[in-house]
């Protein structure tokens, strides 16, 4: 009973550098969501999307870039690490929005050195 | 433009005693709230979740929520909290995003830390 798997669940990275991050889901779910969670500002969305082929900017989109190539995947890519990316990352899905709940993943500890 | 207001950053409590975490939201428009609990290291969870009908919602774990919208809140209580009750808990809302899609605006957190 997998829900949402997200890959890795740390990494450690240069300035500079560059990575994806993997979500997967195993629910059919056609919504799904990228957030960082950073401390005292709960959870910010970065990227959504709502359907396999199709992506929309969230809160805090700048330096990051999303791909929903397959329904279950979910890929968060950063092209240039920078500091302030230092964040816990959390992808979340969901059957619909509004009034569907989201499941989400444990997160990716992610540092930028 | 909706928003998320939890009232307290920290709640200490001793084990067996009553809590109330508190959440406050601005919204012109009806609202759907909920309540999610992080326990370390782990993602956010499901507690309960506020609709429609009753005001007063229950949830996992022994908690309840009363949603009252005179004063825009939807806060948390439990009648009795145990150690296993410590973690985070984070109040959200529904908003509407640009394209027409309903997102989840959250809270800053509570984090709750129940002492022996």
Known sequence: NAGVTQTPKFRVLKTGQSMTLLCAQDMNHEYMYWYRQDPGMGLRLIHYSVGEGTTAKGEVPDGYNVSRLKKQNFLLGLESAAPSQTSVYFCASSYSAGIQPQHFGDGTRLSIL | ?116
């Open chain 2, 1 to 116: 433009a909706q928003s998320v207001t939890q009232l307290d950053s920290q709640v200490p409590v001793f084990e067996e005693a009553p809590v109330e975490l508190r959440c406050n939201y601005s919204s012109s428009v009806s609202v759907y709230l909920f309540w999610y609990v992080q326990y370390p290291n782990q993602g956010l969870q499901l507690l309960l979740k506020y609709l429609s009908g009753s005001t007063l919602v229950k949830g996992i774990n022994g908690f309840e929520a009363e949603f009252n919208k005179s004063q825009t809140s939807f806060h948390l209580r439990k009648p009795s909290v145990h150690i296993s009750d410590t973690a985070e808990y984070f109040c959200a809302v529904t908003a509407m995003f640009s394209g027409g899609y309903n997102k989840l605006i959250f809270g800053a957190g509570t984090r709750l830390a129940v002492h022996p």
